[in-house]
Nanobody, 124 residues
Framework: QVQLLETGGGLVQAGGSLRLSCAAS????????MGWFRQAPGKEREFVGC????????YYPDSVKGRFTISRDNAKNTVYLQMNSLKPEDTAVYYC?????????????????WGQGTKVTVSS
């Protein structure tokens, strides 16, 4: 059974940093592009970034570009989301997911496996 487990969420002050991890089990995803999304209360799930299977390419929306960095360790079947200079508007539940295809999967429907999410709260 495929499982994705996000960890590392919590409460942080504005301007602070957090590092989220997403550990996959049940099969290897070293050949898949992986992505991160977030969902704030009452809002749609939002794309945060993705990383290709070989980690050669990453892609971020303008809302997080320059502040968030995605990396991966295929030997550990784990993907990371480093979040710096956090803002209150970054408050959300953060999800990792496995993409259906390689290049720039930015929509929810571009992904077919999801974790349960980890909550990030940024206080002002």
């Amino acid at each position: 059974q495929v499982q994705l487990l996000e960890t590392g969420g919590g409460l942080v002050q504005a301007g602070g940093s957090l590092r989220l991890s997403c550990a996959a089990s049940g099969r290897t995803f070293s050949g898949n592009t992986m992505g991160w999304f977030r969902q704030a209360p009452g809002k749609e799930r939002e794309f945060v970034g993705c990383i290709t299977s070989n980690a050669a390419y990453t892609y971020y929306p303008d809302s997080v570009k320059g502040r968030f960095t995605i990396s991966r360790d295929n030997a550990k079947n784990t993907v990371y989301l480093q979040m710096n200079s956090l803002k209150p508007e970054d408050t959300a539940v953060y999800y990792c997911a496995v993409a259906r295809f390689w290049w720039k999967p930015t929509e929810v429907n571009d992904y077919n496996y999801w974790g349960q999410g980890t909550k990030v709260t940024v206080s002002s």
